[in-house]
């Protein structure tokens, strides 16, 4: 499956941004979804996935309550709705593709999209 993220940008804190994944390939609705993101100088961290139904989510701690994770299999893409955003979301986010369960674990991930730059200034 091939991974196209879209949707990064520059924003104050406190705005909104919406990523999306395109997906083609493989059958999109048979891969847990996930996002990670990496910032300058540390290593990439997990952020939210959604099982294949979208129907179970999780999130990283530090997400909880801004980010909403969602998906389209009609679509074939997965969304990181991103509110109240604060200049430590900065980073490449990612999406990721994986045919097991869901999972925090980079490593666990099958297929990585290209990455997408979000900045938010103070």
């Known amino acids: 499956v091939q991974l196209q993220a879209s949707g990064g940008g520059l924003v104050q804190a406190g705005g909104s941004l919406r990523l999306s994944c395109a997906a083609s390939?493989?059958?999109?609705?048979?891969?847990?979804m996930g996002w990670f993101r990496q910032a300058p100088g540390k290593e990439r961290e997990f952020v939210s996935d959604i099982s294949r139904s979208g129907g179970t989510t999780y999130y990283a701690n530090s997400v909880k309550g801004r980010f909403t994770i969602s998906r389209d299999n009609a679509k074939n893409t997965v969304y990181l709705q991103m509110n109240s955003l604060k200049p430590e979301d900065t980073a490449v986010y990612y999406c990721?593709?994986?045919?097991?369960?869901?999972?925090?674990?980079?490593?666990?991930?099958?297929?990585w999209g290209q990455g997408t730059l979000v900045t938010v200034s103070s």
């Open positions: 990721a593709a994986n045919r097991n369960a869901q999972a925090m674990g980079a490593l666990m991930y099958d297929y």
């Open positions: 390939g493989r059958t999109f609705s048979g891969y847990v």
